[in-house]
């Protein structure tokens, strides 16, 4: 158990441990308290505020509704707000790592087989089987990671729906979904400049490979430095029927050689995630973004064309002019050949509640049509 992180805690008299688990690499808490179903809203929330874990031994049910219950005085917290969109991002982003560090303090065991040893407990087996391989181990985990877990395994079964490629991409754990459409959408309408082979870089669940081979393009190469990743658009591909136009290697950025067309969506806002579901929207200093600008020059074939699909809310935040991004053009020797533009259709683009809604609603999604200089 060395080799793995450890939580501790002391019950019915006795010292006692597991592995801890976290995804988002979380340190073990270093005070855990047994809680059960007799434990009020109001004191589990001021110990969870003061740092203190909740390892629950009750009712798994009573557990989900007294995370609900954290959850909303948690959000009845006063906010501090700014004028600075960037300061208002800076802030919203405080406080939602404030409240998920809150949320996380409500801790659920895990046998070795990942069964939970709770009264009224789902089966989570598969779901954890997906996540994170074959048990070992009892081990800790939060509520609110497991219920993420759930979630994503829900999701993986039954996949969301893509107009573009008329069929189901199935996202797996860890796997940023594709939930977006409108982006889609204009890799779906574009004007290809050749159907011999296309890149997709930070392939993620697959699902651009499999629109440009959906569109003709008799080769694709889909790179990806995350295994989770390569996995999922590997299943993908092959249920859509398409592993004879599309095979995925690892990779940071760019494989090997030269391609008439090159894709990339790289994370939107540079800044640092919280945790790795956040990498596929956190870009730190802009390194993916930056890194296939500079890139593409030396991987293009002679009169082709790299396709950047990015949202324009980093703008709208403060947290990089439009003018940046037009010189990191330049730097890299490329110049536009075109660009298109569509209206994020989420949710969050209409919420008036939402604390950057004001940057939601002027967002623009634009597909950027690249070429040598």
Known sequence: MSNYPVICWSEEGADRSARWHSESAAPAP?????????MAADTAYRLACEGTALLWRGDFQNARQLLQALARRADRKPRKTSEV????????RQAQ?????????????????????????PDVQQACIEAYGPGEAASVIS???????IGAHEWRKKGVEIAALGARIHPHYGV???????????VANAPLPSLELAFDIGTGSGVLAAVLARRGVRRVIGTDQ??????????????LGLAGQVEFIKADLFSAGRAPLIVCNPPWLPARPSASIESA???PDSRMLL??????????????????ILSDLAEHLGLRTRAELLAAFDSAGLKIVDRTDIRPQHPRASDASDALHQARAAELTSLWRLAVA
Not at 30 to 37: C, L, N, P, S
Not at 85 to 92: C, M, N, Q, V, Y
Not at 226 to 239: F, K, M, Q, T, Y
Request: charged share 25%.
């Open 281 to 283: 929207i956190y870009d």
């Open 143 to 149: 509520l609110r990671e497991l219920l993420g877990l």
């Open 85 to 92: 969109p960037s300061e208002a991002f800076h802030l919203h």
């Open 226 to 239: 995350d295994p989770r990743a390569l996995a999922c658009a590997s299943e993908n591909i092959a249920r």
């Open 291 to 308: 890194g296939f600008l500079n890139g593409l020059a030396a991987h293009l074939e002679p009169g082709g064309e790299g396709w950047l």
């Open 97 to 121: 790592a404030q409240r998920a560090r809150t949320l996380a303090m409500l801790l659920l065991p895990l046998e070795a087989d990942y069964r939970i040893p709770l009264r009224r407990a």
């Open 30 to 38: 270093k005070r855990v308290q047994v809680a059960d179903d007799r």
């Open 176 to 186: 940023f979904s594709p939930l977006r459409g409108e982006y889609l959408e204009l």
